[in-house]
């Protein structure tokens, strides 16, 4: 599984900017959450930061070719504040990190940690999901809910600057936010950093499309 997900790594990372890069493994998306609206945030800023239902459905609605590049899909422990997060005593859990693109153009890094059960891992659609959108898998149930949505500001210092500089995109600030969404047999931890030049730098007034 390992072997093949890094492979399945470098080759995206291939694909996208053309020659061969490290990072850092998984990406940390350590930070200071905030659960509150922030002054500082505009309308759209947080229109987008707190959409408590499916982020794909959204880009999707905003484009008109979605699509979804995985940068790896892996088993992997959870550290202790995710576990806490998940309020879960589960410790190893699917870890997805993808690159959401509309028309092309990058949107939103996100991460999803997925804890499972050792018999969870059989025959279980979440493990082998590749180009398909998790949000649609799982948006389907409609058990569904979000817990608060925490957001953080992601500066030039931090991690995700190098995907950021990868992807070609200019070095700004980026807004992330995290929560976790519970279904009826599943709990998973999501993390989706929206890209400098994303929709939700863009007037209200500019996101028609036709
Ligand atoms: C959680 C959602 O799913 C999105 C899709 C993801 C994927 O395909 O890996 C990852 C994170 C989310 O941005 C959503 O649509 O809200």
Redesign the pocket.
């Known amino acids: 599984m390992i072997s093949k997900t890094i492979k399945i790594f470098y080759d995206q990372i291939s694909y996208v900017y053309g020659c061969f890069v490290v990072l850092d493994y998984p990406l940390s998306l350590d930070n200071n959450w905030f659960d509150i609206v922030l002054d500082e945030l505009t309308e759209i800023e947080s229109n987008w930061l707190f959409e408590t239902s499916?982020?794909?459905?959204r880009l999707k609605l905003n484009s008109r070719y979605f699509e979804?590049k995985v940068l790896s899909e892996i088993i992997q422990d959870l550290t202790m504040s995710q576990a806490n997060i998940l309020k879960t005593d589960i410790q190893t859990a699917l870890f997805?990190e993808?690159v959401?693109y509309c028309d092309g153009k990058p949107q939103?890094y996100?991460q999803?940690w997925i804890p499972l059960r050792t018999q969870q891992k059989q025959n279980n659609e979440l493990m082998s999901?590749g180009t398909k959108?998790?949000?649609e898998q799982?948006?389907k149930d409609p058990s569904i809910k979000r817990n608060t949505i925490e957001i953080a500001k992601f500066d030039s210092a931090h991690p995700i600057a190098n995907v950021v500089n990868m992807l070609g995109l200019a070095p700004l600030n980026c807004w992330g936010r995290r929560s976790v969404?519970t279904l009826a047999q599943q709990k998973l931890l999501?993390c989706?950093i929206f890209l400098p030049g994303s929709f939700i730098e863009t007037k209200a007034s500019e996101l028609n499309l036709d």
């Open positions: 499916s982020l794909t459905a979804v997805r993808v959401l939103v996100a999803s999901l959108p998790l949000g799982i948006f969404l999501v989706e």
